[in-house]
């Protein structure tokens, strides 16, 4: 049911098998994760459908719908959620029609658009109201809008929305998407607008305005169907790409690195194979799949504080992956799917992060998880992933030269952390393999021990050009964490690599590659001659010529 009317793969999986294997980590810590579906945000539930919800700057929740009550509090289709307290409170009288959109304001103010009349019996709200929770009371955006909904709002600043869905009329001509000024009380269009229902908007890192529905074209532009661009400096609309296939999209949502998330109806866009949900970069122009989506249509996203997104909506799996049903996690870095417990039990409609580590969930189902959870529902995440406390330093030697890198980290609820040491497997790419205790890859025959400890020490390491970086990667039986990556630098005054120490030679090369000119012998040494990460300073040429002098490494 839709009211449209309005590279962690190659760290964590590996990582924790390996040491789930070794019987460093006890299968059975999952049960310390704290993990799982409660219906406490809301229990009894809603009596009818959760449409959207919106955390406050407080961390409260508001959920809209066409529901009348709310954790047996009378509320009209519109409710806030108070955390310290887990009650749900009405929005005044609320609205006389069901909730599709909510915006909240910087200064914690919300928003609400949908189908209904009035707003707090308040004249002057058809479709789109203003609730302030200081006051307690609604007001007007000019004289609302007509059609069947407003079914999205995105803030442009303290002054400015935008409202998009199914109207023509904003007191002014408004073909689904207009503009509202709070300072001058008044709407504008976006250039013609568009043909058909809007349910989703967002806007893009460059404050474009994208948004996604069933409308065959935007401003009249060619290849805008379901989904468009507006540029409000050209006041001109655009296609993204070549587009979407389908029906509709129902969901935009933006994701840290400024690339779009958009889900709904369709199984190609950009030409590319997407089932009901793709990425599109911004940058570059292009489309991309996730993974093998979803198997049917998705209503929902949610960004969370990592940059994961959680996706909802009616389909049963996702990314092939058991116990998907209608709602799911994506991580955008390993493009993987995984389950949140084992699902709902029917769509669902809207999701926001309640904090780092919890979501909440609302649409038409009626368990999560296996638990009686009626129309709304919490996940916590629990306490994924460990924390370093103290991160490995770069270490200076002298050839043939002992070093030794150290890593703690908390696992928190997860308890006991193990550990495992990697080595860049090409300098500079940050890709890491894991070591064991032997031979270190690059290390100039310099050889490791306690790869599988907080302290990693290197013998006889003899030159490393260029540096040799390792990092721990910290692991329970909830998830794994990598540490910053630390440098191994052998401070030769061999720095020409012909075999002589401290000639001349040395010298020249040293201040050519200062100079930023190319090593005369192709094999000089790293012009962070004191390993503190900065490269040809004056600590660098006075410990260049200290070690020149027969002086220590270190400073």
């Not at 406050?56 to 719908?65: E, K, N």
């Not at 996730?290 to 929902?300: C, D, I, P, R, Y």
């Not at 904090?355 to 709304?376: H, M, Q, Y």
Request: aromatic share 8%; net charge negative.
């Amino acid at each position: 049911m839709r009211y449209v009317a309005r590279d962690r793969s190659n760290l964590v999986l590996p990582a924790l098998a390996a040491l789930l294997a070794a019987g460093a980590v006890a299968p059975a810590a999952w049960a310390q994760c704290g993990t799982g579906w409660s219906p406490d945000a809301g229990a009894p539930g809603a009596n009818a459908v959760i449409n959207v919800l919106a955390i406050l700057p407080d961390g409260d929740a508001v959920a809209g719908g066409s529901f009348t009550a709310i954790d047996g509090v009378a509320a009209n289709r519109i409710a806030r959620y108070d955390r310290a307290t887990d009650a749900w409170s009405p929005l005044g009288t609320g609205t006389d029609n069901f909730v599709n959109a909510l915006a909240v304001l910087p200064d914690g103010d919300v928003v609400a658009g949908g189908f209904f009349g009035s707003a707090g019996g308040v004249l002057g709200t058809p479709r789109i109201a203003r609730y302030d929770f200081a006051t307690s009371t609604w007001s007007a955006l000019g004289i609302g809008t007509n059609g069947s909904g407003v079914n999205a709002i995105v803030v442009r600043s303290a002054d400015e929305i935008v409202a998009a869905g199914n109207f023509t009329f904003a007191g002014v001509a408004a073909d689904r998407v207009a503009r509202y000024v709070f300072s001058t009380n008044t709407w504008s269009p976006l250039g013609s607008g568009v043909d058909g229902a809007v349910a989703a908007a967002a806007l893009l890192p460059d404050g474009d305005l994208v948004v996604g529905g069933t409308f065959g074209a935007a401003g009249g532009v060619a290849g805008t169907a379901r989904i468009a661009r507006y540029d409000f400096d050209t006041n001109a609309w655009s296609p993204l790409g070549s587009g979407v296939n389908g029906s509709a999209v129902d969901a935009l949502a933006v994701l840290p690195d400024g690339s779009l998330i958009a889900g709904g109806n369709f199984t190609f866009a950009g030409g590319v194979p997407a089932s009901r949900i793709a990425r599109y970069d911004p940058a570059s122009g292009s489309w991309s799949a996730l993974g093998s989506g979803t198997s049917t249509n998705v209503f929902a996203l949610a960004v969370l504080p990592d940059g994961d997104l959680v996706v909802g909506g009616l389909f049963s799996s996702a990314g092939g992956v058991p116990g998907t049903s209608f709602i799911a996690r994506y991580r955008p870095d390993t493009r993987t799917w995984s389950a949140l417990g084992t699902g709902t039990d029917s769509a669902v409609e809207a999701i926001a992060p309640l904090s780092a580590t919890e979501i909440i969930a609302g649409g038409v189902f009626s368990a999560a998880g296996g638990i009686p959870s009626i129309r709304l529902a919490r996940f916590d995440f629990g306490v994924v992933d460990p924390v370093f406390t103290s991160q490995p330093g770069n270490d200076v030697v002298c050839p043939p030269g002992d070093a030794t890198f150290a890593a703690i980290a908390d696992g928190g609820a997860a308890g006991a952390v193990a550990y495992r040491w990697q080595v860049e497997t090409v300098p500079g790419s940050g890709v890491f393999a894991n070591l064991t205790d032997g031979p270190l890859p690059g290390g100039g025959g310099a050889t490791v021990a306690g790869s599988g400890t907080g302290t990693l020490t290197v013998s006889g390491a003899q030159t490393t050009t260029p540096p040799v970086r390792v990092r721990a990667v910290a692991s329970t039986a909830c998830g794994s964490t990598a540490s910053a990556a630390a440098s191994l630098l052998v401070s030769s005054t061999d720095f020409d690599g012909d075999g002589d120490e401290g000639t001349d030679a040395d010298i020249e090369a040293f201040f050519i590659r200062i100079g930023g000119g190319a090593c005369p012998t192709g094999t000089c040494g790293s012009i962070d001659f004191d390993g503190d990460g900065d490269e040809g300073t004056d600590a660098d040429i006075e410990t260049f010529f200290r070690r020149v002098g027969g002086g220590p490494c270190g400073g």
